[in-house]
């Protein structure tokens, strides 16, 4: 199958967002100049790191591999630590739980022959891994600030009954972690009834065997749940220290508003 996308047929295609402008404009939502933003960024960005890696690819140099995955997580924790705006170290948290949650799985199926030590297997997967981790982190953060601020008054309670503070807030450290691997695990459960996931479609539509394709997208989904749980797990159990001071009582960040 052609899957070449010349320049004329992808402006023709530019006529699918004038449709969510459109659809902004006539409900008065507001979004249209969020959306040229979104768009126009999108663009220039995916034409710079499509140059980039082309670049990358050709030199085929490990250190320059490592830097540019190191790149990808430091962005993606930057994005994850906006959620998380008020929580002390929001940035610290994010930037070694996507570490770890990258490094570990990569290094398990680097390990076990899934991919290779290559450049065009191992920047893609990053992003992948570090994308998902993101948004698992940004849903924790969420829910640390949502229910702390709704359930002051059971973890006072449970401060001055003699809790400790995992006893006081256990159950909001655990519902944040079960917020940010829910999404990952609802959409697993589509998979296939529902919706056909990205990279198998890429893959079936760039000539690959549908089930090589298949065998891949399931080697995406381990790895997915994996990432998502470690990042959720570190930084669920981090954040939530740092809504209390030395003296194990609720401090609340300084931004209560909830994003």
């Given amino acids: 199958m052609n899957v070449n996308v010349d320049n004329g047929s992808l402006a023709l295609a530019f006529s699918l967002v004038l449709v969510s402008l459109f659809i902004s404009y006539k409900q008065k939502l507001h979004l249209e100049h969020e959306t040229i933003i979104a768009v126009a960024r999108a663009v220039i960005q995916l034409i710079i790191v499509g140059y980039l890696l082309m670049a990358i690819?050709?030199?085929?140099?490990?250190?320059?591999?490592?830097?540019?995955?190191?790149?990808?997580?430091?962005?993606?924790?930057?994005?994850?630590?906006?959620?998380?705006?008020?929580?002390?170290?929001?940035?610290?948290?994010?930037?070694?739980?996507?570490?770890?949650?990258?490094?570990?799985?990569?290094?398990?199926?680097?390990?076990t022959g899934v991919i290779k030590m290559e450049p065009f297997q191992l920047i893609p997967v990053t992003g992948m891994v570090a994308g998902n981790s993101m948004t698992a982190v940004g849903l924790v953060y969420r829910s640390l600030k949502q229910q702390f601020n709704d359930q002051q008054a059971q973890v006072f309670e449970r401060l001055a009954l003699g809790g400790n503070l995992k006893q006081a807030?256990?159950?909001?450290?655990?519902?944040?972690?079960?917020?940010?691997?829910?999404?990952?695990?609802?959409?697993?459960?589509?998979?296939?009834?529902?919706?056909?996931?990205?990279?198998?479609?890429?893959?079936?539509?760039?000539?690959?065997?549908?089930?090589?394709?298949?065998?891949?997208?399931?080697?995406?989904?381990?790895m997915l749940l994996s990432a998502t749980g470690i990042s959720?797990?570190?930084a669920s159990y981090l954040a939530y220290r740092g809504f209390f001071n030395r003296n194990w009582q609720l401090q609340l960040p300084e931004d209560k508003t909830i994003n």
């Fill in 232 to 234: 959720s797990v570190w």
């Fill in 57 to 111: 690819f050709k030199v085929d140099n490990w250190i320059v591999t490592i830097i540019m995955q190191l790149f990808i997580i430091f962005n993606a924790a930057w994005n994850g630590k906006k959620r998380g705006v008020g929580i002390e170290h929001a940035f610290g948290i994010a930037w070694t739980g996507l570490m770890l949650s990258t490094f570990v799985t990569m290094g398990i199926l680097v390990v």
């Fill in 169 to 222: 807030a256990g159950d909001i450290f655990r519902e944040a972690i079960r917020t940010g691997m829910q999404p990952t695990i609802d959409s697993v459960k589509t998979y296939g009834v529902v919706s056909l996931p990205g990279m198998m479609s890429g893959l079936i539509m760039a000539g690959v065997s549908p089930i090589s394709a298949i065998k891949y997208q399931i080697m995406v989904v381990f």
